[in-house]
């Protein structure tokens, strides 16, 4: 018995935890009243992307999400909340076990694997509890994304195409993932998953009028085309972070909202062509330094399993960054870094090889605990870190900090521990 809670007991103890979380979070109107508004008007034959709900939200989401959680429209709204969350508490711990499972020689090892879960889980935590708190739908969206890259390492591409094709249907964002799919040389995967985000945008189609679904299709094009000049500047509201918004912001004196503070952050002032020229060329940037992590010619499989988890916590992480109109939920795609870079450092605190750099590990690890976590940590001047997009440069931190651990170095880390 003491053997089990030694081994479970803390796993056990974050089910508990999550339980009660779920009970609390359940309350309350949050972003799910707005899907659940869009689910309502749909069935009613409203244009869903013409409407504000709460005065002033959109809902961006595609209407096969709108149709699938109409059943919860039925429920009081503590329940359908509850429901949501429940669902995805189970999403988190698939990812968890999905992303602990690229760790090389994880299962063999429990104290290491649950100190990666634990530091992960600390430096994650603003990131994910921020999706529990608004019950939003990024984690499904994570869930969808590693679930169909597992699929891939299963040789089951045509599933991996409907959990890919899935997600892309629902918030574009993992449409990063078919090129990297195609540079690995998973072209039947890819290909799947193009056909089936085409059935997926269609499909409601069947339900609701092929019609009525194509004008939704294009209303729904006009809400959140990137060329829109609200999704230039992107300071529509002051917690959005991405790309965009950091260079409108330091680019574009006055670029702001009725809400911005009145503190100077900006340090030129462009024309919009010119803001236009250097955004597209800063997510040009951010996609080409892909290749960096890839590390291998085109169409050619990773070599292991470790580095597909270093391939995809690049990819993934800047997927936020490229696109307009992120919120800080959005940024839970940054797990699967953050996941490699905690097993990285475990590993090289635990070889003892002098070129281990500890002190200045800690010290970046302690300024990236602040900038992710900052809302968590000190929520009082929340509007300040908003204001001058300090998530954004945590973010921006981890691209450097996983180019200084490469596969290469952490499995050198894994032989050292060995022979000590």
Same mark, same amino acid.
């Given at each position: 018995?003491n053997?089990?809670?030694?081994?479970?007991?803390?796993?056990?103890?974050?089910?508990?935890?999550a339980a009660?979380l779920?009970?609390?979070e359940s309350?309350?109107?949050?972003?799910?009243d707005?899907f659940l508004?869009?689910?309502?008007?749909?069935?009613?034959g409203?244009?869903?992307y013409t409407?504000?709900y709460?005065?002033?939200?959109?809902?961006y %989401?595609?209407?096969?999400f709108?149709l699938l959680?109409?059943?919860l429209?039925?429920?009081?709204l503590y /329940?359908a909340n509850f429901?949501w =969350?429940a669902l995805?508490?189970?999403?988190?711990?698939?990812i968890w076990?999905?992303?602990?499972?690229y =760790?090389?020689h994880?299962?063999?090892n429990h #104290?290491? =694997?649950?100190?990666?879960?634990?530091?992960?889980?600390?430096f994650s935590?603003h990131?994910?509890?921020?999706?529990i708190?608004l019950t939003q739908?990024?984690?499904?969206?994570l869930?969808?994304?590693?679930?169909?890259?597992?699929q891939?390492?299963r040789g089951?591409?045509? /599933?991996a195409g409907v $959990?890919?094709g899935?997600g892309?249907s629902i #918030?574009?964002?993992p449409l990063v993932?078919?090129?990297y799919?195609l540079y690995r040389?998973? $072209?039947r995967?890819?290909?799947f998953?193009?056909?089936?985000t085409?059935?997926?945008?269609?499909?409601p189609?069947l339900?609701?009028?092929m019609?009525f679904q194509?004008?939704?299709?294009?209303?729904r094009w006009?809400?959140?085309n990137?060329?829109?000049?609200e999704h230039?500047?992107?300071?529509t509201?002051?917690?959005?972070?991405?790309?965009?918004?950091?260079?409108?912001?330091?680019?574009?004196e006055?670029?702001?909202?009725d809400?911005?503070?009145d503190?100077?952050?900006?340090?030129?002032?462009?024309?919009?062509g010119?803001?236009?020229?250097?955004?597209?060329?800063?997510? =040009?940037?951010?996609?080409g330094?892909?290749?960096?992590?890839?590390?291998?010619?085109p169409?050619?499989q990773?070599a292991?399993k470790l580095q597909?988890?270093y391939e995809?916590?690049?990819?993934?992480l800047?997927?936020?960054?490229?696109?307009?109109?992120?919120?800080?939920?959005?940024?839970?795609f940054?797990?699967?870094?953050i996941v490699y870079l905690?097993?990285?450092?475990v590993?090289? +605190?635990?070889a003892?090889?002098?070129? +281990?750099?500890?002190?200045p590990?800690?010290?970046?690890?302690?300024v990236?605990l602040f900038?992710?976590?900052?809302?968590?940590l000190?929520?009082?001047?929340?509007?300040?870190?908003d204001h001058f997009?300090?998530?954004? %440069?945590g973010?921006?931190?981890?691209i450097?900090?996983?180019?200084?651990?490469p596969?290469v #170095?952490?499995?050198s880390y894994l032989h050292a521990?060995r022979?000590t």
């Amino acid at each position: 018995m003491n053997g089990w809670l030694r081994k479970y007991g803390v796993f056990v103890l974050f089910g508990v935890l999550a339980a009660v979380l779920l009970f609390v979070e359940s309350a309350g109107i949050k972003d799910f009243d707005i899907f659940l508004g869009a689910s309502h008007d749909l069935l009613a034959g409203k244009d869903i992307y013409t409407i504000k709900y709460h005065e002033w939200y959109h809902y961006y %989401y595609d209407t096969l999400f709108a149709l699938l959680i109409s059943p919860l429209t039925y429920l009081p709204l503590y /329940w359908a909340n509850f429901v949501w =969350l429940a669902l995805n508490m189970v999403f988190t711990y698939r990812i968890w076990r999905m992303l602990l499972n690229y =760790l090389p020689h994880a299962s063999a090892n429990h #104290k290491r =694997l649950l100190q990666v879960f634990l530091l992960s889980f600390v430096f994650s935590f603003h990131l994910w509890h921020k999706n529990i708190h608004l019950t939003q739908a990024t984690i499904l969206i994570l869930w969808l994304s590693l679930e169909g890259l597992r699929q891939v390492g299963r040789g089951k591409p045509l /599933w991996a195409g409907v $959990f890919i094709g899935l997600g892309i249907s629902i #918030k574009i964002m993992p449409l990063v993932l078919i090129p990297y799919l195609l540079y690995r040389g998973e $072209f039947r995967a890819a290909t799947f998953a193009v056909i089936l985000t085409a059935v997926f945008l269609i499909a409601p189609g069947l339900v609701i009028g092929m019609e009525f679904q194509m004008t939704l299709l294009e209303s729904r094009w006009a809400l959140i085309n990137p060329q829109n000049a609200e999704h230039l500047l992107d300071v529509t509201e002051r917690s959005f972070h991405s790309i965009t918004t950091l260079l409108a912001t330091l680019l574009v004196e006055h670029a702001g909202n009725d809400y911005t503070l009145d503190l100077k952050r900006n340090i030129a002032n462009v024309d919009m062509g010119t803001l236009t020229v250097i955004i597209n060329g800063a997510r =040009l940037l951010l996609v080409g330094l892909a290749v960096y992590f890839l590390r291998s010619r085109p169409f050619v499989q990773s070599a292991g399993k470790l580095q597909t988890l270093y391939e995809l916590s690049y990819v993934l992480l800047i997927t936020p960054l490229i696109f307009p109109h992120q919120q800080h939920y959005a940024f839970f795609f940054a797990l699967p870094c953050i996941v490699y870079l905690i097993h990285a450092v475990v590993l090289g +605190f635990r070889a003892r090889t002098e070129g +281990f750099p500890r002190v200045p590990a800690i010290i970046l690890g302690l300024v990236l605990l602040f900038l992710l976590n900052s809302h968590f940590l000190w929520g009082a001047h929340r509007d300040l870190y908003d204001h001058f997009k300090t998530l954004t %440069y945590g973010i921006l931190l981890l691209i450097p900090c996983l180019a200084l651990f490469p596969p290469v #170095k952490v499995e050198s880390y894994l032989h050292a521990q060995r022979e000590t």
